[in-house]
């Protein structure tokens, strides 16, 4: 019988840490159902060979966007983990918290006890952190956080030239000060991704009361306005897994909204339109949805020390076998080593911009953009306010999704991204660069003006593959919520939804910390237990944020 206490649908970020902490004290049975297969190989567990796994059928969903309109039509790739894992398996392994003003600004939208000082406990309880600052950092979590060795220089000049520029500096983004330029953390421990898969699911089911099913979720069972279980799709058969108490839905926020649609929640039209009978009606499925473009701006090295040298295959041989025997050396790291969050302007409180800085130029699948040495920052607004949708194609399960972001529909979105163009070049152009800098390969010195800018921008902005929102979290009277702040899907029992899909708002930086957390918080709510005290610690905010952007 395919019968659990807990039915989890995603081996996921958020799934795996569900599994973990539901099963800990071996009172409750879990089944995790995951369509994808094992995360075993160099391909998935070696940091530098991150551009292969998003790029790959086997461990990827495949999905793309909707052509967009204020990006010329172009289809943008939305990779999301078809794996053991999920998207912690084929994601950069950059480990960003979040600022603590967006965790209160969800709770002012209406998820309640989700405020930094609710959710900081939660963040220190999942992680071991390397070299955090005290106090603000977990030591004893089943995740391991590191940071990179920073041995190429300039990884110190990206700092050093924020300093220059007449910005903050801050040893741990993650600790109290996330303003300022410093080193960047990974999801990496003694060589390995350190995935969701390694820290959280692998123990878990080396318990008993654990069991993974291989599976397509095609729909959640409910009967009287109460989940029962999911029909899932296994070898050309179709079957139950049954869930004596509750099913949670962690399956990403483009195949958690799609599965809840599929099972008669959502909005009531759209599901009548697919000859889906409507359960719950809940207009906020789906929607909300949100994510971090960002662009390449890349500069020419002078002196041959960046990354271009390694790669040739004869350097990609060697540093795979380093790393194959010794887990040591280039293979071991996703090269993010050196961060960076400012402010765009004065009056804003807290970061609206990240830096991810690579000492080689280029792209994210592994294609060299420039055939020179060189570097680069990756650089985006963190709150655009542009929102777009996930929507069924059809009612036939195996079929994609519609996925429409609407990038850049805001006017803001246009203005914020010139800013960090510009901004971007005035840190390149500091002294700490003057013995590294050659030409700009990207944009290139010839793009100025505004128009030539939004060109710029339009034909090369990138998803930073931070999807989320499309299950938003609020109070339950909120006709745009889905989810209430315990989790609990709006309109059915025995029903939740725990993955970024529940964010109310995008938050600053990468969303793997985050919905980590989710799957942390979420599973004291389903066991009925208290949640951890809020933490009484304060964030630091720069004094100057009223008078300036630095």
């Given amino acids: 019988m395919l019968e659990a206490d807990f039915v ?7 799934g795996s840490a569900l599994a973990y902490r539901l099963s800990e004290d071996g009172r ?3 089944i995790v159902i995951e369509y994808g297969g094992s995360d075993f190989g160099p391909f998935i567990q070696m940091p530098a060979a991150l551009s292969f796994p998003m790029n790959m059928r086997r461990y990827d969903w495949g ?19 078809k794996v053991i894992g999920g998207s912690s398996s084929i994601n950069g392994m950059v480990y960003v918290r979040g600022h603590a003003r967006d965790f209160d600004h969800w709770a002012e939208e209406g998820a309640v006890g989700w405020a930094f000082a609710d959710v900081l406990p939660y963040f220190k309880r999942m992680e071991t952190s390397h070299g955090g600052e005290a106090g603000w950092r977990g030591t004893d979590g089943p ?20 300093r220059q520029a007449g910005f903050e500096i801050t040893d741990d983004y993650n600790g109290s000060k996330q303003e300022g330029f410093g080193p960047m953390e990974q999801t990496i421990h003694m060589g390995r991704r350190w995935s969701a898969a390694n820290a959280y699911l692998r123990p878990a089911l080396k318990r008993r009361n654990v069991n993974l099913v ?7 069972i409910i009967e009287n306005q109460r989940a029962t279980g999911v029909e899932i799709e296994a070898r050309r058969k179709i079957q139950v897994v049954k869930a004596r108490r509750e099913v949670i839905i962690a399956a990403s926020s483009i195949n958690s909204p799609k599965l809840l649609m599929l099972s008669g929640i959502g909005p009531a039209q759209h599901l009548a339109e697919n000859g889906i009978k409507v359960v719950a009606d809940r207009p906020g499925v789906g929607q909300n949805l949100q994510d971090h473009l960002e662009l390449y701006i890349q500069q020419e090295s002078v002196k041959p ?39 765009s302007r004065p009056g804003i409180e807290y970061p609206d911009i990240q830096y991810h800085f690579l000492p080689v130029a280029i792209r994210y699948d592994g294609k060299a953009a420039a055939n020179t040495h060189g570097f680069q920052a990756h650089v985006g607004p963190m709150r655009s306010k542009s929102r777009g949708s996930v929507t069924l194609r059809s009612p036939d399960p195996f079929d994609k999704p519609v996925i429409r972001f609407n990038y850049m529909s805001h006017p803001d979105d246009w203005s914020e991204f010139r800013h960090c163009i510009r901004l971007t070049r005035e840190i390149f152009g500091q002294k ?35 999807p989320c929102g499309t299950c938003r979290m609020g109070r339950a009277d909120d006709p745009r919520s889905v989810v209430d702040p315990e989790c609990r899907v709006i309109g059915v029992d025995g029903l939740r939804v725990a993955d970024s899909s529940i964010f109310p708002r995008i938050t600053n930086g990468n969303l793997n910390a985050p919905s980590i957390m989710v799957g942390e918080k979420a599973a004291d709510h389903i066991l009925g237990r208290t949640p951890l005290a809020p933490s009484n610690q304060e964030p630091w905010i720069n004094p100057r944020w009223r008078e300036s952007d630095r």
């Fill in 63 to 81: 999905y793309s966007t909707e052509p967009e309109p204020n990006l010329g039509g172009r289809v943008l790739a939305t990779p999301r983990g």
């Fill in 8 to 14: 989890i649908v995603g081996s996921g970020s958020a």
């Fill in 305 to 343: 020390i960046t990354l271009y040298s390694k790669l040739n295959l004869l350097s990609k041989a060697l540093i795979g076998a380093e790393w194959l025997l010794f887990k040591t050396g280039l293979g071991a790291s996703n090269h993010f080593e050196a961060a960076a969050f400012l402010r």
């Fill in 28 to 30: 409750h049975s879990v």
């Fill in 214 to 220: 291989n599976g397509f979720a095609r729909r959640v």
């Fill in 143 to 162: 995740l391991h956080v590191q940071r990179g060795k920073r041995l190429n220089p300039l990884y110190a000049a990206f700092t050093d030239a924020g």
């Fill in 432 to 466: 700490a660069f003057d013995e590294y800098r050659g030409k700009e390969i990207s944009p290139g010195a010839h793009v100025q003006t505004d128009e030539e800018l939004d060109a710029f921008v339009r034909d090369h902005a990138e998803s930073a593959y931070h």
